[in-house]
């Protein structure tokens, strides 16, 4: 069955850096893509970005641009999502997703990975 | 790009059935017939139900319903249950800019 699997919560200081991973199985990993979405608390869904696990192209969001990075290692199946400069408002649960292609539905999503930036 | 507009909340009995709707502009939802619809429970991360407008994934019940019309899409949830009680989001494309722009989330609640 498909799963995706993240790492466990961070705590961050201002100005640091975070790397979530998303570990897939249950499936062709280069068939697919990787979107990630954040919810920070008690607030709705927002796009990050998207990668294909097929060639590495991205695309993200306007407002992350220049702090947020996107990979994949086909050698072990797993998506990374960072992002720079953090600041308290990226405080928030980060989801990786699958998707078929750019744009498409999101029909397996990770469990969550809770971020919290304090000083 | 903005959120789409949905209800903050809907209510109903078991039995009865409920709809959310999700209003956007024709540069997302009346521009193209790709909006999904997801299902998040308290502390647990989105389900797909919805997608392409009015398709179900497998496994989900023929009680979850989707449709569109001009600028606005629709879930309905036919013979509500106890396990329904959830926030729903919808989300449509947007073009190759942003690929997804999701709703503002109504919670559904059965009294």
């Known amino acids: 069955q498909v799963q995706l699997v993240q790492s466990g919560a961070e705590v961050k200081k201002p100005g640091a850096s975070v790397k979530v991973s998303c570990k897939a199985s249950g499936y062709t990993f280069t068939s697919y893509g990787i979107s990630w979405v954040r919810q920070a608390p008690g607030q709705g869904l927002e796009w990050m970005g998207w990668i294909s696990a097929y060639n590495g192209n991205t695309n993200y969001a306007q407002k992350l641009q220049g702090r947020v990075t996107m990979t994949t290692d086909t050698s072990t199946s797993t998506a990374y999502m960072e992002l720079r400069s953090l600041r308290s408002d990226d405080t928030a649960v980060y989801y990786c997703?699958?998707?078929?292609?750019?744009?498409?539905?999101?029909?397996?999503w990770g469990q969550g990975t809770l971020v919290t930036v304090s000083s | 790009q903005s959120a789409l507009t949905q209800p903050r909340s809907v209510s109903g009995s078991p039995g009865q059935s409920v709809t959310i709707s999700c209003t956007g502009t024709?540069?997302?939802?009346?521009?193209?017939?790709?909006v999904s619809w997801y299902q998040q429970h308290p502390g647990k991360a989105p389900k797909l139900m919805i997608y392409d407008v009015s398709k179900r994934p497998s496994g989900v019940p023929d009680r979850f319903s989707g449709s569109k019309s001009g600028n606005t899409a629709s879930l309905t949830i036919s013979g509500l249950q106890a396990e329904d009680e959830a926030d729903y989001y919808c989300?449509?494309?947007?073009?190759?800019?942003?690929?997804?722009?999701f709703g503002t989330g109504t919670k559904v609640t059965v009294l």
């Open positions: 997703a699958r998707a078929q292609g750019f744009g498409s539905d999101l029909d397996y």
């Open positions: 989300c449509s494309y947007a073009g190759s800019y942003t690929p997804y722009v």
């Open positions: 024709s540069s997302d939802v009346g521009g193209y017939n790709y």
